[in-house]
């Protein structure tokens, strides 16, 4: 069928304005007369029609994955991506796949993705349903949840860097999936969504953001990885001055909190300071850099990785203020 076709209004009874369907669209759908469609109105006054599900159906979708001799990291990639493009049920099928290779992979699933159930599963093929229902999680709740684990992520590091603590350390490793788990839920349900608008529109969001809001969850899986850079590089500074990083990662910790609560309250005024602040966390940077690269400390790439990671956090702290701006500005779009 085209992109585009027209039709024009018809009045009949006197009162009720009618179109007729696209003969092509009924047939793809196997639809009969009598079957009911679904008309929905997005926020710019735009028709959506749906055939409404039949009682008893349930609509699932499958993919397949083949391949002769994968690793376990490869076929957890496989999953991820099949699972942050809306599938239902993906089965991955490898005719040399080692019984020690297969239980990796079902616990690195059951571990980074949400709702993730084997239900399938021999010496040749894994099968895993995802029973995932946006009403249970909402996308907003997810963001959520995901900012608050980074960003004790982030308070934690700065305490493991103070204090040398390494059992910290190990702890802001193993909350990276935590965040991982809801990013790639974020980013499957915002799949979802350019077919199925009602799951932006139920939360106040309309299509138009939804790039804004995967770059708001975005920046917040990448600063729990900073944060989980800064504690694996604990060990090797235990016995340096830490106190310059420190001082950087206090701040970029301020800005992160300050940009998150910018986004979720949809504060403009917030959002601009922070972005004005991006100088001052800047020259810090640089400052504490050019510290590090001219002392005679031990493991000075360790403290320089630690400051730019902090830095790095501070950046997108920053791009989720822009973010901010952006999603206000589309809240009542006119396209």
Known sequence: MPSSITRKIQLTGGSTYIISLPKSWVKQLS???????????????RLILSPKAREGENRVTKATISCENATPSFAVREFIAYYMAGYDTVSFICSRLKAEDRTIIKDMIRKRLLGSEVI?????????????????????????????????????????????????????LERDDEVDRFYFYVSRQ????????????????????LVDIHSAIKSIERIADHASRIASLIPEV?????????????????????????????????????????VELSNLHKQISSEILNSDIKHKSALLLVSDS????????IDLAETTINIIAKKTTGF
């Not at 420190?246 to 309250?265: P, Q, R, Y």
């Open 120 to 172: 399938e599963e021999d010496s040749n093929a894994i099968t895993v349903q995802f029973l995932v229902n946006e009403k249970d999680l909402p996308i907003s709740k997810a963001i959520t949840r995901a900012a608050s684990i980074a960003q004790n992520m982030v308070k934690d590091s700065i305490e493991a860097l103070k204090n040398k603590d390494e059992e910290i350390a190990k702890e802001i």
């Open 190 to 209: 915002l799949t979802l969504s350019v077919s199925s608008f009602e799951i932006l529109e139920d939360e106040g969001y309309n299509i138009t953001q």
């Open 310 to 317: 902090f830095r790095r956090i501070s950046r997108y702290s």
């Open 31 to 45: 639809l009969n007369p009598g079957d009911e469609i679904e008309i929905f109105q997005d926020n710019n006054l």
């Open 238 to 278: 235990k016995e340096t001055d830490t106190s310059k990083p420190v001082e950087l990662g206090e701040k970029a910790l301020e800005l992160f909190k300050d940009a998150f609560e910018s986004f979720i309250n949809e504060r403009r005024d917030i959002a601009n300071k922070i972005i004005e602040r991006d």
